[in-house]
DNA sequence: TACGTTTATGATCCTTAGACCATATGGAGA
DNA sequence: TCTCCATATGGTCTAAGGATCATAAACGTA
């Protein structure tokens, strides 16, 4: 599994994905996350702006993990249009 | 250059690198990114909680991108991440 | 060392995330 | 259709983020 996040939902997606492939209900994701049901709800359908800690501690639970890295020339986004 | 993010410092330190790569200063990269100076200040320090939407524009700006993987499972140290 | 630039702090005000409780909605199955 | 379980919504309250301005501290460099 491996995704780009771009905006909030992209992180949502990844989330809800790796959650089910788990096996795991929202609420079993609050459990071993610490982040409340309906949090979760709401980042997973990318709904309001979420602090990294919460993601993070998402993340952390479902053994995701986050990378930074340069963009790939190849990639495309809007601010490429914007200051390229 | 790729970083794992574990903890917001992670970001704060990928962003500063990047952000320095590019002979930006803080008020450079708020001009392109909307984000404040004074935030990017307390980001790159990993200081208090931000918010994803903010990191993303930063990161945007930066042209660098964010991914989500399922953890490797010979996961690297924090050290090993950043200077591997 | 004094100046100019960059970065960090501090204060105010407004908005909102998040904790928390209750409930509504939605879906799968008996 | 009626239950159960899962997910989404909604409200309250408090703590904190973020916009914004002003300024202090740090860093180079002539």
Request: hydrophobic share 40%; glycine share 8%.
């Given at each position: 599994?491996?995704?780009?996040?771009?905006?909030?939902?992209?992180?949502?997606?990844?989330?809800?994905?790796?959650?089910?492939?788990?096996?795991?209900?929202?609420?079993?994701?609050?459990?071993?996350s610490?982040?409340?049901?309906?949090?979760?709800?709401?980042?997973?359908?990318?709904?309001?702006?979420?602090?990294?800690?919460?993601?993070?501690?998402l993340?952390?639970?479902?053994?995701?993990?986050?990378?930074?890295?340069?963009?790939?020339?190849?990639?495309?986004?809007?601010?490429?249009?914007?200051?390229?």
């Amino acid at each position: 599994m491996k995704n780009f996040v771009r905006i909030p939902r992209d992180l949502g997606h990844a989330i809800r994905q790796a959650r089910l492939e788990k096996n795991l209900t929202q609420a079993d994701l609050d459990t071993r996350s610490g982040v409340w049901q309906e949090m979760i709800s709401k980042v997973e359908a990318g709904r309001g702006g979420t602090k990294l800690d919460t993601i993070l501690a998402l993340l952390a639970a479902l053994e995701l993990e986050l990378l930074v890295r340069t963009r790939s020339k190849g990639s495309t986004s809007d601010i490429d249009s914007i200051f390229g």
